[in-house]
């Protein structure tokens, strides 16, 4: 019976350790501190697909595990050697909360709002062929502009098909495309000057439009023929997506923009600006405010800068921006965000990510770069980085006195990267660290993966 017994109570605490204390188990210690399981499951079970891609195998495991191991031992040494008494790395930290602050309020106010759907496709989906006649503008004479401005007025009323638009532009386009008679290709939305795009909308084919103009010059168009654009391959231009994607962000902030300016509680004074009163109150929000005083200093600020003096519909637009930034940083540091578990996790993620990087440049050992290791990478990447062939074929190898400064940045790149492992070293062995095999496999067995 009391074998029994002690066996019962053996498989009890064989069961107790793996299901109640296996969250508990310490995978890496260190002098002054340690990793448990879960903490480093929390952090697993935090990353994206690509992340996790990357922690397959036990060394993936092994070397995810010391990284946050050093993580934490850098913090510590941040920590014993005053880092965070220092004026300049405080004012650091509390760029960091303030830019925190304001991404996350960026984040609720617009990029949480942008909804890509079909529909946004619907204006690319139409292809223009495409023709035009181009005279630049990139000249300082006005004279010569306005010659251009008569000649494609003149031109487009000459125009009365696709041929007499090309001899045009064979004889007056001022780009390459003139060999072609002006021929641009099949042209989409988004592709070409936004002026163009809003052109190609009021536009009929076998018509000439009106003079367009862009960055590039001033502008006769001709479509020849529409079609409909394949909708897949729409869908799978990342580029396209890319301009939805930052036009929608464009409105959104837009109308973020004007909500702060229809806060309750705003007031903006315009007649008082100019004022002798320099304590006068030219833009008031709760307790914030905006005296003529900073109005002022902030006009002079403009004319140190070379800007002239502000026109009256330019001052308006000033005080919207400062207005707008007021309330910005009144909700910036309200007690709401700045106390939220969100803000409180990303700020320090974002201050532990600069204090890390501030010790590892401080106290890396870097080797200065010899003359032998620039001949050695010039001599072992002469093929594959310096030998060029030109258009008749003859082979031309770069001097070295050519790419020096640039073989210095790869060599001074790679020395960086080495003297980095060598600090990690020290601290490994400074702080003890160990890594507990059997408490790895398990880490890898949550996951289901196989050693």
């Known amino acids: 019976m009391k074998f029994i017994a002690q066996s019962l109570f053996f498989l009890i605490s064989m069961f107790c350790f793996v299901s109640c204390g296996d969250s508990n188990i310490e995978v890496a210690k260190f002098d002054g501190g340690s990793l448990a399981k879960n903490e480093l499951s929390k952090i697993i079970n935090g990353m994206g697909i690509q992340e996790l891609n990357h922690l397959q195998t036990k060394d993936d495991y092994f070397k995810f595990v010391r990284k946050i191991a050093l993580e ?6 941040v920590n014993k050697t005053g880092l965070l008494d220092e004026t300049e790395i405080q004012d650091k930290l509390a760029s960091i909360h303030r830019k925190t602050a304001f991404e996350i309020l960026h984040t609720k106010n617009v990029i949480d709002k942008i909804k890509i759907v079909e529909s946004d496709y619907s204006k690319y989906s139409t292809i223009y062929e495409l023709y035009h006649i181009v005279c630049r ?35 007056y386009s001022e780009d390459a495309t003139s060999y072609e008679g002006g021929y ?190 620039i001949e050695e990478f010039y001599e072992k990447n002469q093929a594959t980085l310096f030998t060029f062939k030109d258009e008749k074929g003859k082979t031309f190898i770069q001097p070295i006195s050519e790419v020096r400064k640039f073989i210095e940045q790869k060599v001074q790149d790679n020395k960086v990267q080495n003297a980095r492992y060598r600090l990690y070293q020290d601290l490994v062995k400074k702080y003890n660290l160990q890594i507990a095999e059997e408490a790895l496999l398990l880490l890898m067995k949550e996951r289901g993966l196989k050693p």
């Open 184 to 373: 641009l290709g099949k042209i989409r939305f988004g592709i070409m000057d936004s002026a163009i795009d809003e052109a190609l909308v009021k536009m009929t084919p076998h018509k000439v439009s009106d003079i367009v103009e862009t960055y590039a010059g001033l502008h006769l168009l001709w479509i020849e023929s529409t079609e409909k654009a394949d909708m897949n391959e729409l869908f799978k231009d990342r580029r396209l997506y890319d301009a939805i994607y930052a036009q929608k962000q464009e409105n959104l902030e837009n109308v973020w923009y004007e909500n702060l300016l229809n806060e309750d509680g705003l007031q903006i004074f315009e007649d008082k600006i100019g004022s002798s009163d320099e304590n006068a109150e030219i833009i008031v929000y709760k307790e914030n405010k905006i005296t003529n005083a900073e109005i002022n200093q902030m006009i002079a600020d403009l004319r140190k800068s070379g800007f002239p003096t502000p026109t009256k519909s330019e001052l308006k637009l000033k005080l919207k921006d400062m207005a707008a930034k007021l309330i910005l940083e009144d909700k910036m540091n309200s007690p709401i965000l700045v106390e939220s578990e969100n803000f409180k996790a990303s700020a320090k993620k974002s201050c532990d990510y600069y204090l890390m990087n501030e010790y590892i440049d401080r106290n890396k050992k870097m080797e200065p770069i010899t003359d032998a290791e």
């Open 137 to 171: 503008t990139d000249t300082l004479k006005n004279e010569k502009i306005e010659q251009s401005r008569r000649l494609l007025k003149k031109l487009s009323s000459e125009i009365k098909s696709l041929d007499d638009f090309k001899k045009y532009a064979r004889e």
């Open 72 to 77: 934490q031992i850098i913090l510590m040494e």
